[in-house]
């Protein structure tokens, strides 16, 4: 059984940092690319990054690009996402999810396995 467990959120302030966890089980992690997405409330889920299945290649939105960074251990079959200059506007649900795509990928529909979410709050 696949399992993504993502841990870390929380509520913060305007400028704090954050730092997501994304645990998986279940499936070949080393083979599959990664990515996080958020869902704010009464919106549509959207891509924030994904990194490539060696770590070589990332990928970021640019609502977030220069402010977040996504890495990956594939010894530990984690995937992190260190969020640095929190605004409001980032305040969602996110998700961690695998895809077999071999390059980036922003398409939800690209990924196969999603993990449940965890809630992001920046407060102004």
């Known amino acids: 059984q696949v399992q993504l467990v993502e841990s870390g959120g929380g509520l913060v302030q305007t400028g704090d940092s954050l730092r997501l966890s994304c645990a998986t089980s279940?499936?070949?992690?080393?083979?599959?690319?990664m990515g996080w997405f958020r869902q704010a409330s009464g919106k549509e889920r959207e891509f924030v990054t994904s990194?490539?299945?060696?770590?070589?290649?990332?990928i970021y939105t640019d609502a977030v690009e220069g402010r977040f960074t996504i890495s990956r251990d594939n010894a530990k079959n984690t995937v992190s996402l260190q969020m640095n200059s929190l605004k409001p506007e980032d305040t969602a649900v996110y998700y961690c999810?695998?895809?077999?795509?071999?390059?980036?990928?922003?398409?939800?529909?690209?990924?196969?396995?999603w993990g449940q979410g965890t809630q992001v709050t920046v407060a102004s």
């Open positions: 999810a695998a895809t077999l795509k071999a390059a980036n990928t922003n398409r939800t529909i690209d990924y196969r396995y």
């Open positions: 990194i490539n299945w060696f770590g070589s290649r990332t």
């Open positions: 279940g499936l070949p992690f080393s083979a599959y690319g």
